[in-house]
């Protein structure tokens, strides 16, 4: 099993510019959630699935969309980039919302 | 919102002895507090986990004990070793479960050969 992974591992963007960051995992998890980690902020949670076909907003929502394409896979948009959001974006998944949480590996994104 | 604060931001210690990291959190209804390690351009991975309805849990080198009352809780690495060096994040989850898990900002153990 490859766990979560996600594309792509580094990405510069210019102001205004728009993007799509993949995730999927392979673990049947029901839930997958969407993080981004700052220096000093510890991680922050974006969005999240709960299940298939369900998505909510965390707790840094703005600037975001997200979509549940199937159970596997959990996409972040960003429609137009700002420097704000230079960041190390972690996806995650669970078996359900009340367990354990399996990180990918992260992009590192960076808006200029 | 959970506030999770977390001391130190940073520790380092001589290989062999033992290691405390520290969190706070303000909502009384969490329930769930995981410990994740963070290595060097990874992703965090949970080390070790605790619930509400117990207060102290150790897997091996590794213990994790809970103050409700207080709300507090805290990781303990005994016997450290180099391969401990890395970030450290507590975090804390409400009733809801961990759609809302709420992360301290990290410490970075140094275990020093």
């Known amino acids: 099993n490859a766990g979560v992974t996600q594309t792509p591992k580094f990405q510069v963007l210019k102001t205004g510019q728009s993007m799509t960051l993949q995730c999927a995992q392979d673990?049947?998890?029901?839930?997958m959630y969407w993080y981004r980690q700052d220096p000093g902020m510890g991680l922050r949670l974006i969005y999240y699935?709960?299940?298939?076909?369900?998505?909510d907003k965390g707790e840094v929502p703005n600037g975001y969309n997200v979509s549940r394409l199937n159970k596997r896979e959990f996409s972040l948009r960003l429609e137009s980039a700002a420097p704000s959001q230079t960041s190390v974006y972690f996806c995650?998944?669970?078996?359900?919302?009340?367990?354990?949480?399996?990180f990918g590996p992260g992009t590192r994104l960076t808006v200029l | 919102g959970e506030n999770v604060e977390q001391h130190p931001s940073t520790l380092s210690v001589q290989e062999g002895d033992s290691a405390v990291i520290k969190c706070t959190y303000s909502?009384?209804?969490?329930?769930?507090f995981p410990w994740y390690k963070q290595e060097l351009g990874k992703g965090p991975q949970l080390i070790i986990d605790?619930?509400?309805?117990?207060g102290e849990k150790k897997d091996q080198r590794i213990a994790v004990t809970l103050n409700k009352t207080a709300k507090h809780f805290s990781l303990h690495i005994t016997e450290t070793q180099p391969e401990d060096s890395a970030v450290y994040f507590c975090a804390a989850s409400g009733i809801t479960g961990a759609n809302n898990l709420f992360f301290g900002t990290g410490t970075r153990l140094t275990v020093i050969p």
């Open positions: 909502d009384s209804a969490s329930n769930y």
């Open positions: 699935s709960a299940s298939e076909g369900t998505t």
């Open positions: 605790i619930r509400s309805n117990v």
């Open positions: 995650a998944s669970s078996p359900d919302r009340y367990n354990e949480q399996f």
């Open positions: 673990m049947n998890h029901n839930s």
